[in-house]
């Protein structure tokens, strides 16, 4: 069973920058490509940015791209959300989640049915 853990959100007000860190139990870590999704209250959960295993390729989405800037540190288990010039749009839970598919090389990344485990999530508030 792998366990998901978010941490780094918080408040903060329009134009500044916060951190997501999620840290993944296991060891097979570098076997999957990662990602990030958001759901803000009233609306679906949409998906803000994946990583490939080695993190040799990242994906965005539009409404992030140029802002955020998603890494990862396999040594340390670990998938990171850099947040900046955040607006108040940006606010919602963030969540991590795990690609289902060991060793994936294609380009399905972008919905939550190709993700199979979740962190609990954490919060982020923008205020203007």
């Known amino acids: 069973q792998v366990q998901l853990v978010e941490s780094g959100g918080g408040l903060v007000q329009a134009g500044g920058s916060l951190r997501l860190s999620c840290a993944a139990s296991?060891?097979?870590?570098?076997?999957?490509?990662m990602g990030w999704f958001r759901q803000a209250p009233g609306k679906e959960r949409e998906f803000v940015a994946a990583?490939?295993?080695?993190?040799?390729?990242?994906y965005y989405a539009d409404s992030v791209k140029g802002r955020f800037t998603i890494s990862r540190d396999n040594a340390k288990n670990t998938v990171y959300l850099q947040m900046n010039s955040l607006k108040p749009e940006d606010t919602a839970v963030y969540y991590c989640?795990?690609?289902?598919?060991?060793?994936?090389?294609?380009?399905?990344?972008?919905?939550?049915?190709?993700?199979?485990?979740w962190g609990q999530g954490t919060q982020v508030t923008v205020s203007s």
């Open positions: 989640a795990r690609h289902s598919q060991a060793y994936y090389s294609g380009s399905y990344y972008f919905t939550s049915k190709e993700y199979d485990y």
């Open positions: 296991g060891r097979t870590f570098n076997w999957y490509a």
């Open positions: 990583i490939s295993r080695l993190g040799s390729s990242t």
